[in-house]
């Protein structure tokens, strides 16, 4: 697998009308866009900071991978996931891990925000991080 950058990284927030102000007013940054991604109960909105970009993400159902997080966090978000950028698809990448007796939470690519062609690797191979492997489809 050839991974060419950090394409964001992912916080889980309890609220974007909250979040959202703190990194546009403190730290500068703008909102570049705010997207809902039904299929997976959350709602983002994203920051770009030199090559990479920060995603934020808001639960939109108690079921959702963030609400649990956020549970789990104490009721608090945090660094939720780090996404690479993969150049040989995500579909390869996933295989490979598995050869190498990886384990996967997403056995093949699906659509997340932005449009990428998504997959997570299972944390009990990562060392606990939660990784996403992204790529622009074709």
């Known amino acids: 697998m050839k991974i060419s ?5 992912g916080i889980a927030v309890t609220s974007l009308d909250e979040a959202i102000p703190f990194y546009e007013n403190l730290l500068g940054f703008k ?11 959350v709602r983002t ?11 934020l993400l808001e639960a939109t159902s108690d079921e959702s991978a963030i609400a649990k997080f ?11 996931h780090v ?3 993969v150049e040989d698809g995500v579909a390869n990448a996933l295989a490979e891990v598995q050869e190498k007796g990886g384990r996967v939470v997403d056995k093949a690519p699906r659509r997340g925000a932005e449009g990428l062609n998504i997959a997570f690797l299972h944390p009990k191979t990562t060392c606990g991080a939660l990784l996403e492997l992204c790529e622009k489809p074709q």
């Open 5 to 9: 950058h950090i394409e964001h990284v």
């Open 31 to 41: 909102c570049f866009a705010i997207e809902e991604v039904e299929d997976q109960h």
């Open 45 to 55: 909105a994203f920051f770009q900071v030199g090559q990479t970009k920060i995603e």
């Open 70 to 80: 956020i549970e789990k966090n104490g009721g608090r978000g945090g660094i939720q």
């Open 83 to 85: 996404a690479f950028a």
